[in-house]
């Protein structure tokens, strides 16, 4: 008894195996409690308690088969939105060039005729004297304009479409 409360003193806390009032063998474990001084927990469990509860392994087979189980059906969920991701990436990399592509062929049609208007007007203006001249100029002008204007609304169109701000009705 003096070695064991000696452990006690020492130690803060600890597992021994002593019998209890009934004179089974028992596991005590106990523990100072840092928040408040000289208050300790001990608690005990019979060492038969333990020992005669074996593990049946079929349990143990059955809950570790499910666990591989749902673990299988996981990754194989997992497997395919990675498949559907990588479709849907596909797709959006598809659109994004389209895009691209589209803006680059825009850029180059919307460069023409502005640069059309712009040039026929200054030749319109250095020949100011000529009045035959100013007016194929200005007649020029005004194609390219409306050309201009048709491009931008058709960009303008297609951005509606997209955005689901339009309807179409048969």
Same mark, same amino acid.
């Given at each position: ?73 996981? #990754? ?42 712009? #040039? ?7 020949? #100011? ?15 390219? #304009? ?25």
């Amino acid at each position: 008894a003096d070695q064991l409360l000696a452990q006690l003193k020492e130690q803060s806390s600890g597992l021994m195996e002593l019998k209890d009032s009934k004179g089974q063998d028992c596991y005590w474990y106990y523990s100072q409690l840092d928040e408040f001084e000289n208050l300790d927990i001990l608690g005990y469990i019979p060492v038969s308690e333990l020992s005669a509860g074996v593990q049946n392994l079929t349990i143990v087979i059955a809950v570790a088969g499910t666990l591989l189980l749902i673990a299988l059906i996981d #990754g194989a969920y997992i497997l395919s939105i990675n498949r559907r991701l990588r479709v849907t990436v596909g797709i959006a990399e598809k659109a994004s060039n389209a895009k691209t592509q589209f803006l680059s062929s825009m850029s180059h049609d919307i460069r023409t005729p502005l640069n059309a208007v712009l #040039g026929m007007t200054e030749l319109a203006q250095s020949h #100011g004297n000529d009045s035959d001249y100013v007016q194929e100029c200005l007649r020029k002008i005004s194609i390219s #304009g409306n050309h201009l204007l048709t491009l931008i609304n058709d960009i303008l169109e297609i951005s509606r479409v997209e955005s689901g701000r339009i309807t179409v009705n048969l």
